[in-house]
Every structure is written in structure tokens, then in C-alpha cells.
């Protein structure tokens, strides 16, 4: 079973719900969805989620719960606390926030989108996710620079001696500075104001 909120529609509050919806408008508050959540291209959730599984081509902000798997198609962004079993990220899509990795019994993964080169995330304690296709072509490490040859050794030297400096006379001592605030110039008498240079 597939719902539509289309586009120009606002939903505004708690949606609960079973199988696909698909978002071409805007939905606000908070979606509990036995199923997918599809937000597409010019839609916008600005919602608490909990779904089986979350496709974004639109935008997203709030928080996700996808307990199999989320995917960020390209010119998606998501703005979110987001909790997945998995989190497809394709090139050209943007996911700002942050990614809890949690561990539950999944379904098969969503197929992948028209071709669109993607980064899989998975949690450590799951297999190695297996390469959908590389983000950039494999290339050879350049080989290694030759070495510098090493610095020469060096040798240790004794400072030279030297016969004794001559005394130097002691310096005229200076009269010690006055303790306390400076003082200020005394005025001619028959004057009360004073005027800087």
C-alpha cells in the first residue's frame, strides 16, 4: 500500500502508518511508518522518523530511525540525528549530523538508485559491506623519492682558550627611581588648569 502527501500539501503533527509514503510536499512533527519513507525531489520532513527504511532525494531534518537501511540519492540533504542499520550516501547527495550504527534483523538492501555511484556505511560488528561501485579509479603509488645521502659526520671541537678578559670597571650607579605615583608639574601661581603639549 502506497500514500502520497503531494507537492504544495502541508501535514502538520503525528502520522502513523503502514507501507510506502512517498513525500512530494511538506510533513512536520513526528512519522512512525511500518515501511519506507520517500521523501522526493522538492519534498521536505521536518520530523522525528521511525521507519523500516528511509530514501531521501528532497530534504530531511530532525531525527531517523531506519532500523534497515537509509539512503541520501543525489541532490538529497539530510540535517539529522540519524540511527541505521546501514547509510547509503550517493555522490552529490549531502548528510550533515550524526550516525548512530545499530545492529537489528534486516530485510534485503534497497536496490540501488539509476546507477549513481555510492559510499556504503555499516556498523563494525556487521560483514564488510560489499563495494556497489568505487568512488574513484583505483591508481598506482608512485614509487618512493630516492634518499638524500646522510649528512656528513661531525667532528667535536674544543672551544679555543683564550687569556682572561680584563676587568670591566664598574658602572656609574644611577639614583633610584621614586617610589609612587608621578607627580604632577607644579602650576604657575594664579592658574588651575593645565593643557598637554
Known sequence: MSSR????LTIEGSVRGEGELV????????????GTLVVEEGGIVEAE??????VVAGVLSGSVTAHDEMRIQPGGYVDA??????????????????????VTPSTPPLPPPGGARERLIAPPSSPAPRALEPTAPAVAAPPPAPSAPPPPKMRAFAAPTAAPAAPTPPSPKKPAAPVGPPRMPALPKGRTSFQGR
Request: no cysteine; proline share 0%.
Open 5 to 8: 502527501i503531494e507537492s504544495g
Open 23 to 34: 513525500v512530494a510536499g511538506r510533513l512536520r512533527g513526528a512519522l512512525v511508518l511500518n
Open 49 to 54: 522518523v521511525e521507519a523500516n527504511g528511509v
Open 81 to 102: 540525528r540519524v540511527r541505521a542499520a546501514r547509510l547509503a550516501v550517493a555522490e552529490g547527495a549531502v548528510f550533515r549530523g550524526d550516525l548512530q550504527a545499530v
